[in-house]
C-alpha cells in the first residue's frame, strides 16, 4: 500500500461535545482506564458534556456508529445518529463520524488517536482501531453527563496482538446470553480473543448436522444461538478461538459418536484408525462453517498412549514405524495441524507434548502451557526448541472450585 493510499483510507470519528469550559486544576484524569493508554497528554481546559449526543456519519461506518449508540444509551445518555445530509442541529452535544485524512502514520493498523478539546475525535487507520477509541471512549463518558472532563490527547496502541480469555463451557453450561456479555465486557478492556472450550468428558455443546447424536441432550447450543454469537463477536471484534478437546477429555464425543472410541479405553479417541481422522475433519469443517475465525484450539492435553493395547492403534504404530505411545500422540497432533491449516486456520495445543521427541511437533503450532511445572516441558522448554508460546498459565488467573492451582481470591466455580 503507497503512502497516498494509506492516507486517503484513514477514517476518523469525530465527537463534537459542547459543554462547560473550564480551567483544569487537577493535572490526574478523573477517571480510571484500562488499560491504561500508551501515551496521554493532558491540557488546561476541561468540557461537561450534557446528557444529549448526536453522532453523524458518511455512512461508511454506520454499524461502528450504530453500535456505539447502543452502548452509550445503555450508560444513560440519549444518542441518535445519521448522515451529516440529515443531520439535524439542537442536541447539546454533537458526534460526528466521517471520513478525513490523517498524518500520522504512527497510529498502524488497530491504533487510535483520542482528542478532547471543544470536542472528541477519535482518528484511526482502520475500522477496529476506531473500534478500540470508542471503547476508550465509553470509559471516559462512564460517570455520565454533568462530570468534567479535562483536555487531552491519548495516543494508543495495543501491546499484545492476543489478548484472551477462556471460558470452559462444557463442564458447566453457560448460556448464549453469558458469552455475549462476556465478548462485550471483553472488548470494553480492549480484549480481543475469546476461547470457549465447547467440549470434554462432561458434555459436547455445539450443534451439529453432520452427527445428530453428538451434542449433548439439554446441554447444547442450537445454529440460531452459535450464529447470534458470532455476529455480538464480529461487531466487537473479539474473535472466538474454538475448541474441541481431543484426543483425549473426549467421554462425550465417544458417546455421540462410539465409532471414535479407542480400543485402549480411558475415554480418549483411538488415533491409530484412519475413520477417526476422517471423522474429526468433518466435524472440525462443520464447526468452523459456523464460526469463522483465524484459530482452532485442538486441546491435546492429559492424554497418553503408553503401553496401549488397542489393537488400531499398535497397527498405526507399527504402520508409522513408531516405537511408543507418545510418538503417536505426536503423529496425531501433526495429522490434525494438516487439517487445521488446510482450513486457513492457526492452530493452539496445551502443553504436554515432550518438545524433543520426534517425530517433532510442527513449529508452526502455538503451545499453551497452563500448568508449568513439569520439568522438560516448562514454557523455556518450548521457547528453546523453537515453538511459539501463547502465556495461559493459570496462575492466578484459572478461576476454578477447590483447585489447588486456583488463586484463594478468586476460589469461585468459573
Same mark, same amino acid.
Request: hydrophobic share 35%; charged share 20%.
Given at each position: 500500500?503507497?503512502?497516498?493510499?494509506?492516507?486517503?483510507?484513514?477514517?476518523?470519528?469525530?465527537?463534537?461535545?459542547?459543554?462547560? @469550559? %473550564?480551567?483544569?486544576?487537577?493535572?490526574?484524569?478523573?477517571?480510571?482506564?484500562?488499560?491504561?493508554?500508551?501515551?496521554?497528554?493532558?491540557?488546561?481546559?476541561?468540557?461537561?458534556?450534557?446528557?444529549?449526543?448526536?453522532?453523524?456519519?458518511?455512512?461508511?461506518?454506520?454499524?461502528?456508529?450504530?453500535?456505539?449508540?447502543?452502548?452509550?444509551?445503555?450508560?444513560?445518555?440519549?444518542?441518535?445518529?445519521?448522515?451529516?445530509?440529515?443531520?439535524?442541529?439542537?442536541?447539546?452535544? *454533537? @458526534?460526528?463520524?466521517? =471520513?478525513?485524512?490523517?498524518?500520522?502514520?504512527?497510529?498502524?493498523?488497530?491504533?487510535? =488517536?483520542?482528542?478532547?478539546?471543544?470536542?472528541?475525535?477519535?482518528?484511526?487507520?482502520?475500522?477496529?482501531?476506531?473500534?478500540?477509541?470508542? $471503547?476508550?471512549?465509553?470509559?471516559? @463518558? /462512564?460517570?455520565?453527563?454533568?462530570?468534567?472532563?479535562?483536555?487531552?490527547?491519548?495516543?494508543?496502541?495495543?501491546?499484545?496482538?492476543?489478548?484472551?480469555?477462556?471460558?470452559?463451557? %462444557?463442564?458447566?453450561? /453457560?448460556?448464549?446470553?453469558?458469552?455475549? *456479555?462476556?465478548?462485550?465486557?471483553?472488548?470494553?478492556?480492549?480484549? #480481543?480473543?475469546? =476461547?470457549?472450550?465447547?467440549?470434554?468428558? =462432561?458434555?459436547?455443546?455445539?450443534?451439529?448436522?453432520?452427527?445428530?447424536?453428538?451434542?449433548?441432550?439439554?446441554?447444547?447450543?442450537?445454529?440460531?444461538?452459535?450464529?447470534?454469537?458470532?455476529?455480538?463477536?464480529?461487531?466487537?471484534?473479539?474473535?472466538?478461538?474454538?475448541?474441541?478437546?481431543?484426543?483425549?477429555?473426549?467421554?462425550?464425543?465417544?458417546?455421540?459418536?462410539?465409532?471414535?472410541?479407542?480400543?485402549?479405553?480411558?475415554?480418549?479417541?483411538?488415533?491409530?484408525?484412519?475413520?477417526?481422522?476422517?471423522?474429526?475433519?468433518?466435524?472440525?469443517?462443520?464447526?468452523?462453517?459456523?464460526?469463522?475465525?483465524?484459530?482452532?484450539?485442538?486441546?491435546?492435553?492429559?492424554?497418553?498412549?503408553?503401553?496401549?493395547?488397542?489393537?488400531?492403534?499398535?497397527? $498405526?504404530?507399527?504402520?508409522?514405524?513408531?516405537?511408543?505411545?507418545?510418538?503417536?500422540? #505426536?503423529?496425531?497432533?501433526?495429522?490434525?495441524?494438516?487439517?487445521?491449516?488446510?482450513?486457513?486456520?492457526?492452530?493452539?495445543?496445551?502443553?504436554?507434548?515432550?518438545?524433543?521427541?520426534?517425530?517433532?511437533? /510442527?513449529?508452526?503450532?502455538?503451545?499453551?502451557?497452563?500448568?508449568?511445572?513439569?520439568?522438560?516441558?516448562?514454557?523455556?522448554?518450548?521457547?528453546?526448541?523453537?515453538?511459539?508460546?501463547?502465556?495461559?498459565?493459570?496462575?492466578?488467573?484459572?478461576?476454578?472450585?477447590?483447585?489447588?492451582?486456583?488463586?484463594?481470591?478468586?476460589?469461585?466455580?468459573?
Amino acid at each position: 500500500m503507497t503512502t497516498r493510499t494509506f492516507l486517503k483510507n484513514i477514517p476518523i470519528i469525530i465527537f463534537t461535545i459542547f459543554g462547560s @469550559l %473550564a480551567s483544569a486544576e487537577n493535572r490526574e484524569l478523573p477517571m480510571p482506564l484500562v488499560p491504561y493508554p500508551q501515551k496521554v497528554e493532558l491540557r488546561k481546559g476541561s468540557f461537561t458534556p450534557n446528557k444529549r449526543l448526536f453522532l453523524s456519519h458518511d455512512g461508511t461506518h454506520g454499524e461502528l456508529a450504530d453500535t456505539c449508540v447502543k452502548d452509550l444509551s445503555a450508560m444513560g445518555f440519549i444518542v441518535s445518529h445519521s448522515k451529516p445530509s440529515a443531520r439535524t442541529e439542537g442536541s447539546i452535544i *454533537k @458526534l460526528e463520524l466521517e =471520513q478525513e485524512r490523517v498524518t500520522d502514520q504512527k497510529l498502524g493498523t488497530v491504533a487510535y =488517536q483520542l482528542k478532547i478539546d471543544s470536542g472528541v475525535s477519535i482518528a484511526a487507520a482502520t475500522s477496529e482501531g476506531l473500534f478500540w477509541g470508542t $471503547r476508550t471512549l465509553l470509559q471516559i @463518558l /462512564h460517570a455520565g453527563s454533568e462530570h468534567a472532563i479535562p483536555h487531552l490527547t491519548i495516543s494508543d496502541h495495543p501491546k499484545f496482538p492476543y489478548r484472551g480469555l477462556m471460558i470452559d463451557n %462444557a463442564r458447566n453450561l /453457560h448460556s448464549i446470553d453469558f458469552h455475549i *456479555k462476556t465478548i462485550k465486557r471483553m472488548s470494553s478492556y480492549k480484549l #480481543n480473543r475469546y =476461547q470457549i472450550h465447547f467440549s470434554d468428558d =462432561q458434555s459436547y455443546t455445539l450443534p451439529s448436522n453432520a452427527f445428530p447424536a453428538l451434542p449433548t441432550k439439554d446441554r447444547h447450543f442450537t445454529p440460531a444461538e452459535i450464529a447470534k454469537l458470532m455476529e455480538v463477536s464480529r461487531r466487537y471484534h473479539v474473535m472466538v478461538v474454538p475448541e474441541i478437546d481431543v484426543p483425549g477429555h473426549a467421554r462425550a464425543l465417544i458417546k455421540g459418536i462410539p465409532s471414535l472410541g479407542c480400543g485402549g479405553g480411558d475415554g480418549k479417541l483411538c488415533i491409530g484408525k484412519e475413520q477417526t481422522y476422517k471423522t474429526l475433519e468433518k466435524l472440525f469443517t462443520e464447526a468452523m462453517e459456523m464460526m469463522p475465525g483465524a484459530y482452532w484450539h485442538l486441546g491435546a492435553d492429559e492424554v497418553h498412549y503408553q503401553g496401549t493395547k488397542c489393537a488400531d492403534c499398535l497397527a $498405526r504404530m507399527k504402520k508409522e514405524k513408531l516405537e511408543n505411545g507418545d510418538q503417536l500422540l #505426536n503423529y496425531f497432533i501433526n495429522r490434525m495441524h494438516g487439517v487445521i491449516k488446510s482450513k486457513n486456520r492457526q492452530m493452539l495445543v496445551w502443553e504436554g507434548f515432550s518438545p524433543t521427541l520426534k517425530p517433532m511437533i /510442527h513449529k508452526d503450532i502455538i503451545v499453551c502451557p497452563f500448568d508449568i511445572k513439569h520439568r522438560g516441558k516448562m514454557p523455556a522448554d518450548y521457547f528453546d526448541a523453537g515453538y511459539k508460546v501463547l502465556n495461559t498459565s493459570w496462575t492466578p488467573l484459572y478461576v476454578a472450585d477447590n483447585l489447588y492451582m486456583t488463586t484463594p481470591a478468586n476460589n469461585s466455580t468459573a
